[in-house]
């Protein structure tokens, strides 16, 4: 990952049964461990219902809590007021560091934005529909679509050997113009910057950057794939050889 992370972090994991597919939880409950220790594992929904049947057969296997919210009322989400709720409740009782908000819902944009206000770390983990408020009220966000492991092929042979993840964004215009800018801000008198601390970087101006969204594993080759950057190893005065970027003279 981009963003260094602390594995003792101490989290609480709230998760929408709405708005996630339960076939993204294998990929979910690993990613999440990449920055801490999952402490409260929680999931809102009405179990009654069969929409649910996919949550129901992997909630063991995981720890995690169900707190069942019957849908009295059409239109009215019993689960999100739920989440919300106990959300707030562990912001003041709860010995945590941060929370991890899984929902694609723009309805958690404003508990989001009040967690981090009190000083909790906030990540969010939804699908690619996630409104954009909810993706910018997070620390971090991580799309779904990164974790869940690719469909099985429909043919053998040459098909299969390159059935791999396929990328879920483009590099447009936008992001690429915030990566030269976090280039240019870090830059030392020479124009370079560490790779190490590129991606914080981006990550302060568009939370949901993961290098994955784009089909690549490191941010070295993402920002190698940018006409406008360029990459290579270079020597510091202690003699020791590190990766670096830096906005190309000639388009400056």
């Not at 594993?217 to 020791?240: C, F, Q």
Request: aromatic fraction near 6%.
């Amino acid at each position: 990952m981009q963003q260094p992370t602390n594995t003792d972090l101490r989290l609480a994991v709230l998760i929408d049964a709405d708005n996630v597919p339960a076939k993204a939880i294998h990929g979910m409950i690993s990613e999440i461990a990449n920055y801490g220790k999952p402490t409260i594992k929680r999931i809102y929904g009405d179990f009654t219902s069969n929409r649910l049947n996919g949550w129901k057969g992997v909630l063991n296997e995981h720890a995690i809590t169900p707190m069942q919210q019957y849908s009295y009322t059409t239109g009215k989400n019993a689960s999100d007021s739920a989440l919300i709720i106990d959300a707030m409740d562990m912001l003041h009782l709860a010995n945590v560091d941060g929370f991890f908000i899984v929902s694609s819902d723009s309805d958690f944009t404003r508990l989001a934005t009040r967690l981090r206000e009190s000083g909790k770390l906030v990540f969010g983990m939804g699908q690619q529909k996630t409104p954009e408020a909810f993706i910018k009220a997070c620390e971090k966000f991580i799309y779904l679509e990164v974790l869940m492991p690719p469909k099985p092929p429909a043919t053998s042979g040459k098909a299969a050997a390159s059935a791999t993840a396929k990328p879920i964004s483009r590099l447009d215009a936008p992001m690429t113009k915030a990566i030269i800018a976090a280039v240019e801000g870090l830059a030392d008198e020479n124009g370079w910057v560490h790779m190490g601390r590129m991606g914080d970087a981006i990550l302060k101006q568009r939370s949901d950057f993961d290098v994955r969204n784009f089909g690549y594993k490191k941010l070295s080759d993402l920002l190698s794939a940018i006409p406008e950057l360029r990459v290579e190893s270079r020597e510091n005065d202690k003699g020791v050889k590190n990766l670096c970027v830096k906005v190309r003279e000639k388009l400056r």
